[in-house]
């Protein structure tokens, strides 16, 4: 079975500063992966995906991610953070026709 | 590419009465799934498509709720007899079905049962 691991449901950070989002997935084999972000009464946007090619994916907005398949972790970065990052962020997994989500990470960005 | 869209955006009913939503995917997308949302959680799986079939359904899915997609095009969730413990946020998401496509959102129906 799959599952995914936020392991921070809030995290703050002052703005114009490094933003880091930890996700862990558990499987059997690699699966592919994704962030979301989700602003206020909004749906999800996909921020990036990984699907097994590079490691280091670049997605909208400045942010990347990681795959590093011997951690089982994707987090997600972004070098600056600004005042429109604040939001909260949706690790997903895709396997087996299924896409699994994590409890969500909420971001606020100080001034 | 219009995007998903989602319709009422907002809906306020009284317990008991039945509801229904609509969902209109991007249209090349052959994948149209529900997922439902509470205040501070992620998404919840419902029930997803692949052209007009329904392929899987949540366990966790009471019978007052179904879900059509009569021509694999848009679809309909409706909630029958509602209770309170249905306020939710309903997701519609699609995708071109092919691996993993990611999943493109709507901006969700607020669902309130008062």
């Known amino acids: 079975a799959q599952s995914v691991t936020q392991l921070d449901s809030h995290v703050s950070v002052s703005e114009g500063t490094p933003v880091l989002l930890r996700c862990n997935y558990s499987s059997s084999y690699s699966p592919s992966l994704f962030w979301y972000v989700q602003h206020p009464n909004k749906g999800l946007q996909l921020l990036l995906k990984?699907?097994?090619?590079?490691?280091l994916v670049k997605g909208i907005n400045g942010f990347e991610a990681e795959f590093k398949k011997s951690e089982t972790s994707f987090h997600l970065t972004k070098p600056s953070a600004h005042m429109s990052d604040a939001a909260e962020y949706f690790c997903?997994?895709?396997?087996?026709?299924?896409?699994?989500f994590g409890t969500g990470t909420s971001l606020t960005v100080i001034p | 590419d219009t995007g998903v869209s989602q319709n009422p955006r907002h809906k306020i009913t009284k317990r008991g009465q039945n509801v229904t939503f609509r969902c209109d995917p991007i249209s090349e997308h052959n994948r149209l799934y529900w997922y439902r949302q509470t205040l501070g959680q992620g998404p919840e799986f419902l029930t997803y498509?692949?052209?007009?079939?329904?392929?899987?359904k949540s366990r966790l899915l009471s019978d007052r709720f179904s879900a059509e997609r009569p021509k694999g095009s848009f679809s309909t969730l409706e909630i029958q007899r509602t209770e309170q413990g249905d306020s939710a946020m309903y997701l519609c998401?699609?995708?071109?079905?092919?691996?993993?496509?990611?999943?493109?959102f709507g901006n969700g129906t607020r669902l309130t049962v008062t």
């Open positions: 998401a699609s995708s071109l079905g092919r691996g993993a496509s990611p999943l493109h």
């Open positions: 990984y699907t097994s090619a590079a490691t």
């Open positions: 997903v997994a895709y396997t087996g026709n299924q896409f699994y």
């Open positions: 498509f692949q052209n007009e079939a329904q392929l899987e």
